[in-house]
């Protein structure tokens, strides 16, 4: 690869982008960035935060270019990574899938449910426009993509594109930092098994020693995410599933109790996130500020660099580091197929991602749970790329958290009226815009 990178980082304007210039300048030894271009469709955002980044860069005395442009092309042109964080719609397009739902007896959430269906369905035909201008303007390049929901987005684009990508997501990360601090253990190395907010740790090893039954006999959780209200699993639900889940599980295990939660909340996390987004917009647009305010932590985005700048650092310097990505499963669980986008463990190196694979997998209950929610997924992708309600309706029967067609047919009709705008692929004879 070129001796200096240039990186585009797509929705630029979000509030976590601080996050990702603290991980530049962590590793700006490692990673000699040339050029960093923030692209956003939103002015007001994109001049907010990206003043802060480049002052950020500019205090570190970091030898790099730093531009802002609304322009898709212009900051993909000869890159060599490009990071997707976007979010169709915006926060508002979030509440509308966390409260549309509840009317019609169902969890409105931001990626599971019919609420990150309807998220893949405004974001999927966006990231595929991205694809397809990389491969005209940076085919070279790596996406690194961490736009919800990422394994569906991985699904798609690794299936109907040509380009190099990985999925990323931060819960993998901080499952491994609260476990081992809880076991006090300074280099485990574990067996992580699923799809994106689908996942549970099936092995903890360090020194010849699986610590996996301890952490069961203890009904030991990895740490909850922020940005989900979480009330653990109980020693008895551990102990059950054989493994340890993560915190979206709960959605899935708990589902009245995380559904009358949700419908007694006064207000929505997404309604919560504009509230914490005004306050950072304001926050950041103090001219004085130069680095990541601690309020940030609060929109669930802890260790955001820290995944997402190493996972970069890993390819660009063939690193052969493991990391836990979503990629395509090319053997790695035999009960899914190879085409498959799954959650797990890999070696990063300048080819990318070769997955590490679980051989003689016989937790049952999470095969039977992984093979139900990708089938899922395939149908969710087929909705989104072909415009089909009858592929939607046959996703949406198989999603554990919706399953009933009279519920399931409403909800959609409201919601894909409701989110009309960015839906082209149900309304294609009309004016879009994304």
């Not at 956003?40 to 500019?58: A, F, P, T, Y």
């Not at 394994?151 to 609260?178: Q, W, Y």
């Not at 209950?365 to 415009?387: L, P, Q, S, W």
């Not at 949406?396 to 009933?404: F, I, K, R, S, T």
Request: aromatic content about 8%; proline content about 4%; overall charge negative.
């Amino acid at each position: 690869m070129r001796k200096v990178l240039k990186i585009a980082i797509i929705g630029a304007g979000s509030t976590y982008t601080p996050e990702l210039i603290e991980g530049i300048i962590k590793r700006k030894e490692a990673l000699p960035i040339s050029e960093l271009v923030l692209m956003d469709i939103d002015s007001r955002k994109l001049e907010i935060v990206g003043m802060l980044c480049e002052r950020m860069i500019e205090a570190e005395h970091l030898p790099c270019r730093v531009t802002r442009t609304q322009n898709l092309d212009e900051a993909l042109r000869d890159a060599d990574f490009v990071l997707g964080q976007i979010r169709v719609g915006k926060l508002s397009a979030r509440v509308l899938d966390e409260t549309i739902p509840l009317k019609h007896g169902l969890i409105g959430q931001e990626t599971c449910g019919i609420g990150g269906f309807f998220k893949a369905m405004r974001t999927i035909p966006v990231m595929l426009h991205i694809a397809e201008r990389m491969k005209e303007l940076c085919p070279d390049a790596w996406l690194i993509n961490f736009s919800n929901p990422a394994g569906i987005i991985t699904e798609a684009i690794l299936n109907h594109t040509d380009i190099k990508m990985l999925g990323l997501c931060n819960v993998p990360f901080n499952m491994f930092k609260s476990i081992s601090e809880t076991l006090n253990l300074d280099h485990p190395h574990y067996t992580y098994v699923g799809l994106n907010h689908l996942s549970w740790i099936t092995a903890i090893e360090q020194d010849g020693t699986d610590y996996l039954r301890s952490a069961l006999d203890m009904g030991l959780n990895s740490e909850a995410m922020k940005n989900i209200p979480s009330s653990g699993f109980s020693k008895e639900v551990v102990q059950m599933v054989g493994a340890i889940p993560s915190s979206y599980l709960e959605y899935y295990y708990f589902k009245e109790k995380k559904f009358k939660l949700l419908q007694e909340s006064e207000i929505t996390r997404g309604e919560k996130c504009m509230q914490i987004e005004d306050d950072l917009l304001n926050i950041y647009s103090d001219a004085e500020l130069h680095t990541k305010p601690e309020l940030l932590a609060s929109r669930g985005g802890a260790n955001y660099s820290e995944v997402a700048i190493s996972l970069v650092d890993a390819i660009y310097n063939d690193k052969q580091e493991v990391h836990v990505v979503n990629l395509r499963n090319h053997g790695a669980l035999k009960f899914m197929k190879d085409s498959d986008a799954v959650e797990m463990c890999a070696v990063i190196g300048k080819d990318g991602a070769t997955p590490i694979a679980v051989p003689d997998f016989n937790n049952e209950h999470i095969v039977d749970y992984m093979r139900m929610v990708k089938a899922y997924e395939r149908e969710t992708v087929a909705a989104a790329v072909n415009g089909s309600e009858d592929a939607a309706m046959r996703a949406l029967l198989m999603n554990p958290l919706v399953g009933d067609y009279d519920a399931a047919y409403h909800c959609f009709q409201e919601l894909k009226e409701a989110h009309k705008e960015y839906l082209p692929q149900f309304f294609p004879k009309e004016k879009m815009s994304r």
